[in-house]
């Protein structure tokens, strides 16, 4: 029990931080939008600003977009704890590893199972 709740009070911790680096994130990516709508970015061949734009805010688009991933994942270990079934791989229903849950709370499958054994897709 004792297990369980500190999982569920890093599972939370964790999906705080990563929602705030998400909206972070999400913030700069239409910062960078408005401040080329506002003419600050010179688009000519001299300048290259117009593409460092463009790929820093697909960057963060992606990050935030990762980081959102995460997070469901993160609220379906959060779900799995309420119901019972934490702990337990979704390929094979044996229990994973403690270690494996202390470094990635949101884990659904053991290590064998991810790296290519009977869940390797």
């Known amino acids: 029990m004792k ?3 500190a ?3 890093m ?3 964790e999906r705080s931080r990563l929602l705030g680096q998400a909206v972070r994130l999400e913030d700069e990516a239409h910062q960078l939008i408005e401040e080329a709508e506002m003419g600050d970015v010179q688009f000519d ?3 290259g600003e ?18 959102r991933e995460t997070i469901t994942e993160i609220d379906e270990a959060i779900a799995r704890i309420q119901v019972g079934t934490y ?3 979704k390929t ?3 229990p994973i590893p403690r270690e494996r849950l202390e470094a990635l709370p949101w884990a659904t499958e053991l ?3 991810k790296v290519g054994g009977i869940g390797r897709r």
């Open 111 to 113: 290590v064998s199972e």
């Open 7 to 9: 999982q569920w009070e």
């Open 11 to 13: 599972l939370l911790e």
């Open 92 to 94: 094979s229903g044996r």
């Open 87 to 89: 702990g337990y791989s």
């Open 50 to 67: 117009g593409d460092t734009m463009v790929v820093e805010r697909e960057r963060d688009l992606a990050l935030s977009a990762q980081a």
């Open 45 to 47: 061949d001299e300048g």
């Open 3 to 5: 297990f369980l709740k």
